[in-house]
């Protein structure tokens, strides 16, 4: 027996290396230019990103939590103001919510596909309800038609937490082009990374990018003009041009994430009688997977931990996204909320696991994951019918 071979979590190489020549060189043009801050680079980017997301304007900021809290703040949100948003979503989203002064109402999430549960949404409005972030967790979007009506039905501003959703689709609608904003990451693990933080507002709204570009820049609309109280936060120059660069790949990147997804939903199949389940996709093409995940029920034979470190131990390496639900960490604990407040945030952070996923990975190493799966749940290999899953999806075959 042929010992298996490693297949890490993330591989940047895979991305990086094709392009090495067109990075370098866009690197070598910035330090020639010496524009390290708000230069020509950025603002190139800051136009093409927006303009891929079908918005009109984006302010490049350092980091994704910057562009939540700041875009709040740009947004008019702020103290006194309540801001529902989901309780399992990475701490950031809080963090940005708290440092923009308003009041974080979490709600729960729906089992099947771990996104905002917009029921239990509007049952949290209250008098003092101003915006709601609706979190694409995953790469998947929360549905657009459904969070238009919520908001308009109750005067809400519906503000995008899209760092795991660039150019994801759903119903027609962009991901950063449903609500008044939205955030971008381009930490280097996101769909679009850069090569350390970055991160994005995108407007339909010139007043809000007006506004952003301010509050990044110290709160001046012009030199030691000051009219906003503002701080310094600026996607660099260097990561905007290597943004730049990414960026004609994105979406073939994501197509091949998607691809990669679908092989892995169609092997999965037979495990649901395993107590193995992926978290379902609503938006078909429109998903660009930042994560595959998968839910280990209480029925299968291998619990969590173990099915992780068995994975481990076979050179697979596997995530939790993510472990402990916002209201239950230990520093947000004067917020008020208790263990039971959102039973499915805290079920699926108890069940899931995410897997490989990214642009190059191979499939027959998408085989190799589900078969080491299949084997330590106890599946019969035969059962996985690899051959019958790819003959049915020809599309899935990756170049
Ligand atoms: C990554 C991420 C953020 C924060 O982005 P940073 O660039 O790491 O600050 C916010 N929300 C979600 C859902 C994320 O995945």
Request: with cysteine.
């Amino acid at each position: 027996m042929s010992l298996p071979s490693t297949i890490p979590f993330v591989d940047f190489s895979l991305q990086h290396q094709p392009i090495q020549d067109q990075l370098e060189r866009a690197i070598q043009d910035v330090i020639q230019k010496g524009d390290y801050v708000l230069g020509q680079a950025l603002l190139d980017f800051e136009q093409t990103f927006a303009q891929a997301c079908g918005t009109a304007y984006g302010v490049g900021v350092a980091s994704g939590t910057d562009a939540i809290a700041l875009g709040l703040q740009a947004c008019g949100i702020g103290l006194g103001d309540e801001v529902i948003l989901p309780a399992n979503t990475f701490v950031a989203t809080l963090i940005g919510v708290m440092r923009s002064g308003a009041t974080p109402v979490f709600v729960d999430c729906d089992l099947q596909t771990a996104l905002i549960d917009l029921a239990a949404a509007e049952k949290a409005i209250t008098a003092r309800t101003r915006a709601i972030i609706p979190v694409h967790l995953y790469g998947q979007m929360v549905a657009p038609n459904r969070l238009l009506d919520l908001a308009s039905t109750y005067d809400l501003l519906i503000f995008e937490d899209a760092a795991q959703a660039h150019l994801a689709e759903r119903e027609g609608y962009h991901a950063g082009a449903v609500g008044i904003a939205a955030a971008f990451s381009f930490y280097p693990s996101k769909n679009l990374g850069a090569f350390g933080d970055g991160g994005m507002l995108v407007t339909q709204e010139e007043i809000v990018a007006q506004t952003m570009r301010s509050i990044r820049n110290y709160g001046a609309t012009r030199k030691y003009f000051h009219t906003d109280q503002g701080t310094n936060s600026r996607l660099d120059t260097l990561q905007a041009a290597v943004l730049q660069t990414k960026l004609p790949h994105l979406r073939s990147w994501n197509a091949d994430r998607n691809r990669i997804a679908q092989r892995y939903d169609a092997l999965f199949q037979p495990l649901a009688d395993y107590g193995i389940i992926p978290i379902v996709n609503l938006s078909g093409e429109g998903h660009v997977y930042h994560l595959y995940v998968i839910r280990v029920l209480e029925d299968c034979p291998i619990d969590r931990t173990a099915l992780q470190e068995e994975l481990n131990t076979l050179g697979i390496q596997t995530g939790i996204h993510y472990p402990i639900p916002c209201h239950l960490q230990p520093a947000f604990q004067q917020l008020g909320y208790a263990v039971e407040d959102f039973p499915h945030a805290e079920t699926l952070s108890q069940e899931i696991l995410s897997l490989p996923i990214y642009p190059g990975l191979h499939e027959s190493q998408v085989d190799q994951v589900v078969s080491a799966i299949a084997s330590l749940v106890g599946c019969p290999i035969g059962g996985l019918k690899l051959d019958q899953a790819l003959s049915a999806q020809p599309s899935l075959v990756l170049g």
